[in-house]
């Protein structure tokens, strides 16, 4: 079971409720107007005790629509200061914090300078102690080094705990470029407060450079196959229900072996409606392998060039005959989230929805005329690996994977499909209205269609 | 120009109809006003009903709500209160009303 759902479009308040709340209060001093206007034709001087209760409830019908008519006017204006607020908060806060990181990372180096030596001195005394020791000794420090890792997990669930990391892999960057002495000043200016040089995905490039140095690269071609045992006619296809709920739709994201599920609907205007489901990391995919839905094609997204497994999603896409007209619903999981929210911005495709899980997408603008919900667990770490969130028009749900009482197994139960599954069938239910309102804008299609599923195959070009 | 619905908002006060009629006409407009009532009512928001925002703000807001809710409330009761008198008019003959 999991706790209470947090709605929200963007990163805090609900400005679009706000909106509309206030509209409804227009509207209800509208109708008192209506009221007041209908009450003195009503007194016709026959009694005076009607006439006096007439003119009582005129005036007190007056003061509630002049009344009700501030308070539309006071939500209207709440709503924009929220929103220009929020957004200078955020920005103020990040400066300064940018500016810290900066320091503390030129402070470091510095001091690294004098303390690196004796560290290397010390760490070289401590592996020369661990060789002379028996090795059922070694083993038993191993042991409980591994241990103690362990007794870190509980902490990696904790929402305070992870939104602290999600803060500092944003500032991460900034960490960067004082370590190397560029002024903390400057660093504040070109980071994501400031004219937005340098920022998560500036990071994750760097380390995509590292790793295509080590033979890693995230982004080298793929080739897409349909799966199905009848490979002479290019795979198989299946009939299959058009999704009625986000829980639905959350259930068809497939596992990482065949990653991409592509659903063709014809709609009785004669267009094609799709839907794609693309599945999260293989947690078991060497980096660099065969397998692009792997931790370098992560790193590759974050760093926003065109990894191998977004290659793979518009290459199955193509294969479905998917164009720029044709109306497509993209769904993913954790990585598949990433991918999802790139290829639904991406301006290629004609794009109707977007429904995200757990995915690391925090770092990717969802500036797009079409419904987007993100679902987020907020014990889960995998979200917070791209950063703080960015602007986002998308309707973010947040809620708790793992009960206080509920002893887990695994790094990351939170980040479990099963349990955003569970979260998806809450948000179904949830009774907010702008998440009610984005579930509704999602394309219902009135008949069957056709799925296929895909497998992918990196083709690395440098060696391993 | 006025139109002759016995709902509509400035037809005159029933002048060249039976005192009877008239007196049953307004009783019609008053239930239309207690409805009109009942439906701003029902599309205030009450509190409790706001997921989405959190805060001093909002309590200030719920406040003031809850006590227009309330002050139409109160107009209900007293437009029920016009009905009950109007309708003893009906009953005991249309004359002098106290």
Same mark, same amino acid.
């Given at each position: 079971m999991t706790g209470t759902l947090a709605v929200g479009v963007g990163s805090g308040v609900a400005v679009d409720e706000l909106e509309r709340l206030s509209r409804v209060l227009q509207s209800a001093a509208e109708q008192c107007f209506e009221i007041t206007v209908r009450i003195p034709p009503l007194r016709t001087g026959v009694s005076h005790g009607i006439d006096a209760d007439l003119w009582e409830i005129e005036s007190a019908v007056v003061r509630a629509r002049d009344h009700v008519g501030e308070l539309s006017r006071a939500l209207w204006s709440a709503a924009s200061l929220y929103e220009s607020s929020e957004r200078a908060a955020?920005?103020? &806060?990040?400066?300064?914090?940018?500016?810290l990181a900066a320091t503390a990372g030129l402070v470091l180096s510095r001091l690294g300078l004098i303390v690196v030596p004796g560290v290397v001195v010390a760490a070289s005394r401590v592996t020369a102690i661990a060789q002379l020791l028996p090795e059922q000794q070694r083993e038993l420090i191993t042991h409980q080094l591994v241990s103690a890792l362990s007794a870190l997990a509980p902490a990696l669930r904790e929402p305070t705990v992870l939104e602290a990391i999600r803060a500092a892999l944003t500032l991460a960057d900034d960490a960067v470029l004082g370590t190397v002495g560029v002024p903390p000043t400057v660093v504040a200016t070109l980071g994501e407060a400031g004219l937005d040089v340098t920022g998560i995905d500036s990071a994750a490039l760097a380390v995509v450079g590292l790793a295509a140095l080590a033979g890693a690269n995230g982004t080298d071609p793929v080739r897409v196959?349909?799966?199905?045992?009848?490979?002479?006619?290019?795979?198989?296809?299946?009939?299959?229900?058009?999704?009625?709920?986000?829980?639905?739709?959350?259930?068809r994201i497939p596992d990482a072996s065949t990653p991409i599920v592509i659903e063709r609907y014809a709609l009785p205007d004669g267009s094609v409606?799709?839907?794609?489901?693309?599945?999260?990391?293989?947690?078991?995919?060497?980096?660099?392998?065969?397998?692009?839905?792997d931790m370098a094609s992560n790193v590759a997204i974050i760093a926003g060039?065109?990894?191998?497994?977004?290659?793979?999603?518009?290459a199955a896409l193509a294969a479905e005959g998917v164009t720029s007209d044709t109306s497509v619903v993209f769904t993913g999981y954790s990585q598949g989230g990433a991918i999802a929210t790139v290829l639904a911005e991406s301006g290629d495709y004609r794009t109707t929805g977007l429904v995200t899980v757990g995915a690391p997408s925090g770092a990717m603008p969802v500036r797009g005329d079409y419904p987007a919900i993100v679902i987020e667990h907020r014990d889960d770490l995998v979200p917070t690996l791209s950063g703080i969130r960015r602007e986002t028009t998308a309707v973010v749900v947040r809620g708790d994977a793992i009960t206080s009482g509920e002893h887990p197994e695994g790094f990351v139960p939170a980040h479990d499909l099963d349990r955003y599954l569970r979260t998806a069938a809450e948000a179904d239910a949830h009774d907010s209205a702008a998440l009610r309102a984005a579930i509704e804008a999602l394309p219902r299609v009135p008949q069957s269609g056709i799925a296929s599923s895909y497998t992918a195959t990196r083709i690395p070009s440098s060696p391993q | 120009m006025y139109a002759t619905s016995p709902l509509d908002t400035c037809s005159p006060s029933g002048r060249g109809l039976d005192p009877h009629d008239e007196v049953r006409r307004q009783i019609v407009l008053v239930d239309d006003l207690i409805d009109r009532v009942s439906m701003v009512l029902t599309v205030l928001p009450e509190s409790g009903a706001f997921h989405d925002w959190w805060g001093p703000a909002r309590e200030a807001f719920e406040q003031s709500l809850g006590i227009e809710r309330a002050r139409l409330s109160r107009q209900i009761e007293r437009l029920d209160a016009v009905r009950a008198?109007?309708?003893?008019?009906?009953?005991? &003959?249309? &004359?002098?009303v106290p």
């Open positions: 955020a920005r103020a &806060g990040e400066l300064v914090a940018s500016h196959d349909r799966a199905g045992s009848d490979l002479r006619r290019g795979g198989e296809t299946r009939p299959v229900a058009p999704p009625d709920s986000l829980a639905d739709r959350v259930a409606h799709v839907e794609v489901y693309i599945a999260g990391t293989d947690a078991h995919a060497p980096m660099g392998g065969e397998q692009p839905w060039v065109e990894a191998s497994s977004v290659q793979a999603v518009r | 008198q109007l309708e003893r008019v009906v009953i005991q &003959g249309v &004359g002098v």
